[in-house]
């Protein structure tokens, strides 16, 4: 691997143009930027808001683990993972994956690879806070999201 | 003496986020930790309530429920993640 | 398909960031949003820009064309696709392609299905103006290009 | 009469981006239409040397060399296209 993944665990926004600036900086043979933004969806307007909640120092190394196995897997420039904790109101964004590389097929393959296995592997719960004040629920792991490994394999 | 730590619903349940407790000589993998702990307290017992679920990391790494505890210094409890 | 996806062909530069709030304003349900950007590359320091030129009124049809195709296979809330034309340096982007989705996969495959098809079917040509002063050479069509066509059928 | 229309390194061959031409009846097919251009001249025979190479769209949309040029009222050639 040619590069050090920037990964941040961070309770603020960001923002992606700066974020692909960094990345893309002074890379001359980069030619292709994938970026995935994961958003707090509104669940038909009955959620107030997402409290993630995450495993310092674990989240990051496993971030960091898959970054470093999707740069194995494909010749990517440079790699950058935010992931927000905290309180996320719908419309906000909650985590980003951006992925450089020469060509377009290792910038997407690396950058849904890296989605896929942080969803399954990174240490991170969200809990449903509803707009009716109840206090919230814990969000269920879904049997799609171990599907979605399946493609790597 | 190993640190425990838990998180969301397996934290909730139990009602700390983390502990240091002394483990018995028989404890010796993943599965022999989840039930000693679920014979602690009806605390435990409702957290650990259906053990499969259960994820756990060793030192900061994922391990399965066969994997020996040996000389772990922070064994951490949490449900399927959800980040993302 | 539930929209009308944004095309534009210019000469000036893009800004990602505008670009995706425009496309997730007032998008409750949208939980992904995925983009590709490609830039010029610098071609080992030979390159000094490229010259693009396009099909005017057929370029825009053809990557609308493309465009509703992917939401018709995949559940898209919305596309844009900018494509840059005129002279581009080393480091500038070239096109935006950015897909929003409720989640992931579809948001992945919707903008990489659009991307592929745009190198394939909508009439732009490049041509390569190089450091020291000689008159472009046009870029060839790539093998691999037809290539990533295979994925989607 | 059809508008013919050039892009690319097709323009710069034949030496136009434009005009207008009166087909004679024989030209029915793309591929008619392509030898009959390459006989017009030595920069149209130059730009069509590789026929296969080329590509034609008729009123905006992509077509085969076996296509039927029927009613088209403008029929653009170009080279395979490398845009994105």
Redesign the interface.
Known sequence: MAFDPTVRIQQDDFDIKSEIEALTAGQGNTGAVVTFS?LCRDEDGTLSALE????P???E??IRRIAVEAADRWPLGGVTVI?RVGKIRPGEN??LVAATSKHRQAAFDGAHFI?DF??????????EIARDGRSGS????KDRDNDALKRWR | MVKM?Y???VRERIGKSEEVIDLPPSVETVADLLSHLSRLGDNYALALDEPDVIRV?ID???RQHDASIGHAREI?L???????
Do not use: C, N
């Not at chain 1, 993630?52 to 495993?55: G, K, N, W």
């Not at chain 1, 592997?121 to 969200?126: G, Y």
């Not at chain 2, 949490?78 to 993302?84: H, K, L, N, Q």
């Open positions: 994961g993630l909640e995450h495993y120092g674990m989240a190394s496993e992931h909650i985590v989605m942080l969803k399954s592997d990174a240490p991170f719960w969200k809990r814990w969000v269920d792991a | 730590v998180f969301a619903w990391a900061q790494e994922h951490a949490f449900p399927p993640m959800t980040g993302g």
